[in-house]
DNA sequence: TTTTAACGTGAAATCGTTTACATTGCGTTG
DNA sequence: CAACGCAATGTAAACGATTTCACGTTAAAA
């Protein structure tokens, strides 16, 4: 754990050569690199990842930050452990931030990334017109967006056909010979909500079936609001024959409180919703699901990221990967 | 995003001062500070983390690394979650290094650790003589193990007490009737695997069950071996009529083949593992469970990792916690 | 033989902090 | 009134790298 000092004394050299090896640039000649490689064997040396931030910023330190809003969802697991992979792949670490869906967080976050002179930034931001990201994406931070999208500025974002994939999946309900289908959305007011919802009245339109508001629900991307608010659509006098889902965990949710209500699946009520789970098959009826592919949404997002550091005026590229409907017992 | 020497300008004092403002130490005059204070907030100004952690390594610099063996299995999810929680309740990021059981990707990790300089470490090792991580745990970089000890050594552990849940769970299997009862086991040489194993024998032995060595199988702590190792456990001529499960993957992985096979839990075998999840209620049946405080096992690291930041010297704390039979209606 | 270029190396500045030490001025105290 | 303590501030070294510039040496080109 010596430093750079240590190690050029121990080599009878200065640390400007020390550095040259290290770094492979700049000649040196072959029995000095030796000399030195030696000697850093000997000291175990390992640079100091800090001193070379500080030195050189925006220079590649090989540290990429990751602000996700849940990390209990399954879903941003896999993003992040696609991240993750690829991150490593590229001999780089990754601050984890989790906000929580907590704008007090997300900003407190977002300034400790930029304290630690972070390379990059993916990000799925709490809203579309995240001011103080938007700020850091024109300041020059190189970011890419996942999930969501930023309004009104010029970004890289990563994400899926959200609409595509719920009228898919809510047409197939349809034709499937449900009527009363319900939808539960997750946090209103982001982007992939709203795009879900537009799938899902446009799928009900596409196959005549009329829009019945009282079969929207609106919670707020957590377990316990698939809970409650599939109990309400339950409990109603003319219940929903199917539930469209918002997320995976309102699925849990609503799931749970199917049950609870010892009804069948699909015959009493057909479900199906976002986001797949590679346990999709342990459920009892195996769970039917919109399925996202979360891992290379990741990879892709590191890989679009890692451009940009090389190429900061590169233009932006909206990449929307397809999702893929998974049919299986319970719809 | 000025620096100090801006913000010492602009104030018309020097850095020293503009620090010990910052760092509310030394004696500064009032009206200094105001005028110090009003620059900084003028310029934007936010210390860079990096700079100061280079400058006084050791003391505070609010990061922590974090290793975990798979992010995949939401054992670790949560206790990530009960560590990034309070890490941010004390203003710290955390460097999330997922290392996915492969040694090489921890020693990876483990020398990036070092070398951002982090405060301290809160990690599950690959074993239990992880010669790497023990040797930064004697070079004096604070350690919080997790989930894992590491032997021959003093450092702080926080865990669950696996025998006794394993005893518990299996002693109720034994209880409630069922005679032949499997063992998936995860990573074979892990230290949970191996208690788990020996709560599993005791209890047996407890209840008059022989031992048969047949209804063992080891797997590799992940989904699929649950898959595979649950069916070869199925299609024996005389099939176990209950499973005890060494992790969650496994049990997903059991389910899914007790599904394909169409029996009927918990009357044609009985399932119940190690590692509760909050949708253990989704499933049909309900999901019994030995439940494992993940959050608060994180929670409690970062507790003790920061006592030993304040107090390198105090003596070493093995926290177990207790493990909770979650009864249900898989077995 | 002289000019030029390339090679190999070191000195020193720099990144943005913290901190030990020095300095100044002023009020106390014997 | 000299000596002292203390508050308020500044100076400069350090943390551990990168990088620019300069310098000497040697080989190639003219």
Redesign the interface.
Same mark, same amino acid.
């Given at each position: 754990?010596g430093s750079m000092n240590e190690v050029a004394r121990l080599a009878g050299v200065s640390i400007a050569t020390v550095s040259r090896v290290l770094n492979n640039n700049g000649n040196v000649n072959e029995a000095t690199r030796v000399k030195i490689l030696k000697a850093i064997k000997e000291l175990k040396y390992?640079?100091?990842?800090?001193?070379k931030?500080?030195r050189s910023?925006g220079v590649s330190s090989n !540290?990429f930050g990751v602000l996700v809003p849940d990390? =209990?969802n399954?879903f941003y697991?896999d993003v !992040?452990?696609g991240i =993750?992979e690829l991150a490593?792949k590229n001999n780089s670490?990754?601050?984890?931030?989790?906000y929580g869906q907590d704008e007090r967080?997300e900003k407190?976050?977002l #300034?400790?990334?930029?304290? #630690?002179?972070i390379d990059g930034l993916i990000a799925a931001p709490a809203h579309e017109d995240d001011v103080l990201l938007k700020k850091m994406v024109t300041?020059g931070l190189p970011v890419v967006c996942v999930d969501r999208g930023l309004s009104g500025i010029d970004v890289d974002v990563v994400l899926v056909d959200n609409a595509a994939g719920a009228f898919n999946a809510v047409d197939y309900l349809a034709k499937s010979g449900y009527r009363r289908i319900a939808y539960i959305s997750g946090m209103p007011g982001i982007p992939s909500s709203l795009l879900r919802e537009k799938g899902y009245r446009d799928a009900l339109a596409a196959n005549q079936i009329p829009f019945d508001n009282r079969l929207v629900k609106f919670g707020n991307s957590k377990?316990h609001s698939g809970v409650v608010l599939c109990r309400e659509l339950l409990e109603m006098e003319n219940p929903p024959d199917a539930i469209f889902t918002g997320n995976n965990l309102i699925t849990?949710?609503a !799931? =749970?409180t199917i %049950?609870?209500m010892k009804l069948r699946?699909p015959e009493d009520v057909a479900i199906l919703g976002f986001d797949d789970m590679?346990?999709a %098959?342990? !459920? %009892?009826?195996?769970l039917s699901a919109v399925r996202q592919p979360a891992y290379e949404i990741g990879k892709r997002a590191v890989e679009l990221l890692i451009q940009r550091i090389q190429d900061p005026e590169r233009s932006c590229i909206q990449m929307a990967l397809n999702t893929e409907l998974m049919k299986r017992g319970s719809a």
């Open positions: 754990m390992q640079p100091s990842r800090v001193a931030r500080l910023k !540290l990390i =209990e399954p697991v !992040l452990r =993750e490593y670490a990754i601050i984890m931030c989790n967080k407190f976050y #300034e400790i990334l930029q304290s #630690e002179s300041d377990h849990l949710g !799931l =749970e %049950n609870a699946i590679y346990w %098959n342990s !459920l %009892n009826p195996s």
